[in-house]
């Protein structure tokens, strides 16, 4: 039962460059979210999803853009990377309100 | 917007003894809170939840938390800690949404 799977898991980009993070859940949840997780910020909500076909824009959504076409993935892409963008990055599911089931991260350097 | 408070950033506790993470909210109507606690380089994971009902909420690997209403509090705690409890705890609040809003982290440290 691999849960949340997020690919890559580490990645350097150059300023400008785009990029694509790809989540997968075999959970068959309906919710999906995309974090960042910074140095004493904790964790901010980029981007979420209730449901195959929607997305919806969380606290921090500038910069990236999200599709959510099947109902087990959940990608998350940057058009023009910036180094403000160096960050880690966590996908999540669930099925309720809550009990969020979190992927190993994504290291996203951009220089 | 709700929002969630942790005025620690870190915590330090000998191996043994009680310990306790503090969290504050703010959020509109009735609360729903949650503890996660994510280990080095790893992602987070679920530990406990308040919706409703007895405020002495028990979770995972031996910790429980306090709701109080009056307080807007909902603190972490555990009667014994272990080095094995090192690691980063976050409280969340679910406002607006559904969606969670999460603190800014506590990292715990327990030392021998």
């Known amino acids: 039962n691999a849960g949340v799977t997020q690919t890559p898991k580490f990645r350097v980009l150059k300023t400008g460059q785009s990029m694509t993070l790809l989540c997968a859940q075999d959970?068959?949840?309906?919710?999906m979210y995309w974090y960042r997780q910074d140095p004493g910020m904790g964790l901010r909500l980029i981007h979420y999803?209730?449901?195959?076909?929607?997305?919806a824009k969380g606290e921090v959504p500038d910069g990236y853009n999200v599709s959510r076409l099947k109902k087990q993935n959940f990608l998350l892409g940057l058009e023009s990377a910036a180094p403000s963008q160096t960050s880690v990055y966590f996908c999540?599911?669930?099925?309720?309100?809550?009990?969020?089931?979190f992927g190993e991260g994504s290291r996203l350097t951009v220089l | 917007a709700q929002s969630v408070a942790q005025p620690e950033d870190q915590v330090n506790v000998a191996e043994g003894n009680p310990l306790t993470v503090k969290c504050t909210y703010s959020?509109?109507?009735?609360?729903?809170l949650f503890w996660y606690v994510q280990y080095p380089n790893r992602g987070l994971q679920f530990l406990l939840k308040y919706i409703t009902g007895d405020n002495l909420v028990k979770g995972s690997y031996g910790f429980e938390a306090e709701f109080n209403k009056s307080q807007t509090s909902f603190h972490l705690k555990k009667p014994s800690a272990l080095v094995s409890d090192s690691a980063l705890y976050f409280c969340?609040?679910?406002?607006?949404?559904?969606?969670?809003?999460f603190g800014t982290g506590t990292q715990l440290k327990v030392e021998l």
């Open positions: 999540a599911s669930d099925d309720r309100a809550g009990e969020l089931f």
């Open positions: 999803s209730v449901g195959e076909g929607t997305t």
């Open positions: 959970m068959n949840h309906e919710y």
């Open positions: 959020v509109s109507g009735n609360p729903y």
């Open positions: 969340a609040v679910v406002g607006g949404g559904n969606k969670l809003t």
